[in-house]
C-alpha cells in the first residue's frame, strides 16, 4: 500500500469512547475495517483517518467497496474492526436511540439525490431536521425558524430564488444542492457523499464539489466522497484513499496521485481520466 501522509492521530478520548458518548472532536477513525457477504469480502482490512474539515476522496474500481465502506461508518452494513470511531463514537458498540443520533449526525448525499419529487426544495430542505425537532414536528408542520434555517441553506447553495419550487422540475445540478442543503439541516458532523456528481455534466460535478468541500472547511466536519473520475479527486479532494478489491491500496494527498498509484486503484491508468 503506498501510505504518502501520516495518518492523523486519534483525537478521541478511550474513556469517552468505551461509553459511546460523543466527544467534541468530529474525526473518523478506521483500523482494520472487514465487512463480508456471506463469502465475499468486501472489505478486507481497511485503515483510514479523516479530520474535521477535510474532503477526502474514496476511489476504486466498481465493486471494490466504496459504498460498503460508507453504509459501515453508520452500521447500515455490519462490519468488524479494530477501531471504528465517528463523530468520537465508537460505532460497533452502538444500538437503539445512541445508534440513530449516530445516523442523524451524518448528512448523506446520493448519486440520485434521493428527494421527494413533489415536495418543494424548501420542505424537502426541512425534512433534514426533523430527527433533530423530534416526532411533534410531524404534527405541527414547520416552524418559522425551521422553514428561516431552511431558507438560509437554500441561500448558502445558491437557490434561495427556487424554494418553492417542486424538485421535480430542478436540474440534476440544483436537486444535489437541495439534497446538501438538506444534509446540512442536520447539523451533521460528517457527511458521507457517494457518488454525488455521476449523474452531472462536468461543469456541475466541478460545482458541487467545489460546494462540499467548502462545507467541509466552513462547518469543520470531514466529508468523504467516492467518485470514479480520477481528475476531480485531483482537483477537488484534500485527500485520497484509495481502494482495490477491498483493501486500501493508496492513502495521500490528492496531488501524490501518480500514475504509479493509479494503476495500484484500478489495475490499468489508461481508462479513469488520469
Ligand atoms: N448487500 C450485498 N450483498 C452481497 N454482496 C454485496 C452487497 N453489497 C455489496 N456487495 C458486494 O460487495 C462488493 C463491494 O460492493 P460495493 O457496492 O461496496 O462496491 P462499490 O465500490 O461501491 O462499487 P460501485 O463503484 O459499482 O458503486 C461487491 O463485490 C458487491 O458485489
Ligand atoms: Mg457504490
Known amino acids: 500500500m503506498t501510505v504518502v501522509s501520516t495518518p492523523i492521530a486519534s483525537a478521541t478520548g478511550a474513556a469517552a469512547l468505551s461509553r459511546g458518548v460523543p466527544t467534541s472532536v468530529d474525526t473518523v477513525t478506521v483500523?482494520?475495517?472487514?465487512?463480508?457477504?456471506?463469502?465475499?469480502?468486501?472489505?478486507?482490512?481497511v485503515d483510514f483517518d479523516v479530520a474535521p474539515g477535510e474532503m477526502v476522496a474514496l476511489l476504486g474500481h466498481s465493486g471494490s467497496g466504496k459504498s460498503t465502506l460508507m453504509r459501515s461508518l453508520t452500521r447500515m452494513t455490519a462490519a468488524t474492526a479494530d477501531t471504528l470511531s465517528v463523530a468520537g463514537r465508537d460505532v460497533l458498540t452502538l444500538k437503539?436511540?445512541?445508534?440513530?443520533?449516530?445516523?442523524a449526525d451524518v448528512g448523506y448525499v446520493f448519486?440520485?439525490?434521493?428527494?421527494?419529487?413533489?415536495?418543494?426544495?424548501?420542505?424537502?430542505?426541512?425534512?433534514?431536521?426533523?430527527y433533530r425537532a423530534g416526532p411533534v414536528n410531524f404534527l405541527g408542520g414547520f416552524s418559522p425558524i425551521q422553514r428561516s434555517e431552511g431558507l438560509q441553506l437554500l441561500k448558502r447553495v445558491g437557490l434561495e430564488h427556487k424554494a418553492r419550487q417542486q424538485t421535480r422540475s430542478l436540474s440534476g445540478?440544483?436537486?444535489?444542492?437541495?439534497?446538501?442543503?438538506?444534509?446540512?439541516?442536520?447539523?451533521?458532523?460528517?457527511?458521507?457523499?457517494?457518488?454525488?456528481?455521476?449523474?452531472l455534466d462536468p461543469r456541475l460535478a466541478g460545482s458541487v464539489l467545489t460546494l462540499l468541500r467548502e462545507i467541509a472547511v466552513e462547518q469543520r466536519i470531514p466529508v468523504i466522497v467516492s467518485l470514479h473520475v480520477v481528475a476531480l479527486a485531483r482537483?477537488?479532494?484534500d485527500r485520497v484513499v484509495g481502494l482495490h478489491s477491498g483493501r486500501t491500496v493508496f492513502i495521500g494527498p490528492a496531488n501524490g496521485l501518480t500514475s504509479s498509484s493509479v494503476t495500484d486503484i484500478y489495475g490499468t491508468d489508461g481508462e479513469f481520466g488520469v
Open 31 to 45: 483500523r482494520n475495517l472487514r465487512v463480508t457477504y456471506g463469502t465475499t469480502v468486501a472489505l478486507d482490512g
Open 96 to 103: 437503539g436511540r445512541p445508534l440513530r443520533a449516530l445516523r
Open 111 to 130: 448519486q440520485h439525490f434521493n428527494l421527494v419529487p413533489n415536495l418543494s426544495a424548501l420542505t424537502n430542505v426541512l425534512t433534514g431536521g426533523l
Open 173 to 199: 445540478g440544483e436537486q444535489q444542492r437541495v439534497a446538501i442543503a438538506r444534509a446540512l439541516m442536520q447539523q451533521p458532523r460528517l457527511i458521507l457523499a457517494d457518488e454525488p456528481v455521476a449523474s
Open 235 to 237: 482537483q477537488y479532494a
